[in-house]
Nanobody, 129 residues
Framework: QVYLVESGGGLVQPGGSLRLACVYS????????IGWFRQAPGLEREGVSC????????YFADSVKGRFTVSRNDAKSTVYLQMDNLKPEDTGVYYC??????????????????????WGQGTPVTVSS
């Protein structure tokens, strides 16, 4: 059974950092694509970062480029979203989502459409002083 569990959200001051974790189970990461999405109250869901681990293609939204990075720890079956220099507009519930890499056209489309098979439950991030 494929599932994802996010953790690591919380309250942080502007300029601070958080590292979100997405523990995955039921699949081999190298055959999958994983996206990070966020949704702020009253706003549409936004694709923050999408990576196709089969071909290595990577996408970051302009709003987070240079501040957010993604890494993986295969021994822990976990991918991480490192968020630095956080801004109040980064506030929202963050989700990781996954699908077979062969179903992905481009990582840009993956983040734009968000039509992914499996979603985690989300972890809230609040950036406020």
């Amino acid at each position: 059974q494929v599932y994802l569990v996010e953790s690591g959200g919380g309250l942080v001051q502007p300029g601070g950092s958080l590292r979100l974790a997405c523990v995955y189970s039921g699949f081999t990461l190298d055959y999958y694509a994983i996206g990070w999405f966020r949704q702020a109250p009253g706003l549409e869901r936004e694709g923050v970062s999408c990576i196709n681990y089969s071909d290595g293609s990577t996408y970051f939204a302009d709003s987070v480029k240079g501040r957010f990075t993604v890494s993986r720890n295969d021994a822990k079956s976990t991918v991480y979203l490192q968020m630095d220099n956080l801004k109040p507009e980064d506030t929202g519930v963050y989700y990781c989502a996954a699908d077979w890499a062969f179903r992905i056209t481009t990582v840009q489309n993956m983040c734009a459409w968000g039509y992914l098979e499996v979603w985690g439950q989300g972890t809230p991030v609040t950036v406020s002083s």
